[in-house]
């Protein structure tokens, strides 16, 4: 399984974004769980919100619970993130995760958000 991410930018604190992850390669119906990670420079990377294979158990960071919002399309194979009400600490490349037959990343977006 390959992971490829998109829509990252530059916005001012308070507007949206949306990111996008397509998966292609073998196995791609034996992903269970995708997610989306970030890490800001000097910090761990960490989760922002995960969702099962049929959105039915989605779950996010406290800080971004309200202002985001994970949905995936299974049949585009596909994982989306709206990221609404920006932060300056928002400030982070973004990682799309699949957890399947195997672990996979992908390489990540950046996303810069200006106060």
């Known amino acids: 399984v390959q992971l490829k991410e998109s829509g990252g930018g530059v916005a001012r604190a308070g507007q949206s974004l949306r990111l996008s992850c397509v998966a292609s390669?073998?196995?791609?119906?034996?992903?269970?769980?995708m997610s989306w990670y970030r890490q800001a420079p000097g910090k761990p990377r960490e989760l922002v919100a995960e969702t099962t294979q049929d959105n039915d158990n989605v779950n996010y960071s406290d800080a971004v619970k309200g202002r985001f919002t994970i949905s995936r399309d299974n049949t585009k194979k596909a994982l989306s993130m709206q990221m609404d009400r920006l932060k300056p600490e928002d400030t982070a490349v973004y990682y799309c995760?699949?957890?399947?037959?195997?672990?996979?990343w992908g390489r990540g977006t950046l996303v810069t958000v200006f106060a």
């Open positions: 995760h699949a957890v399947g037959d195997e672990l996979t």
């Open positions: 390669g073998s196995n791609i119906v034996n992903i269970k769980t």
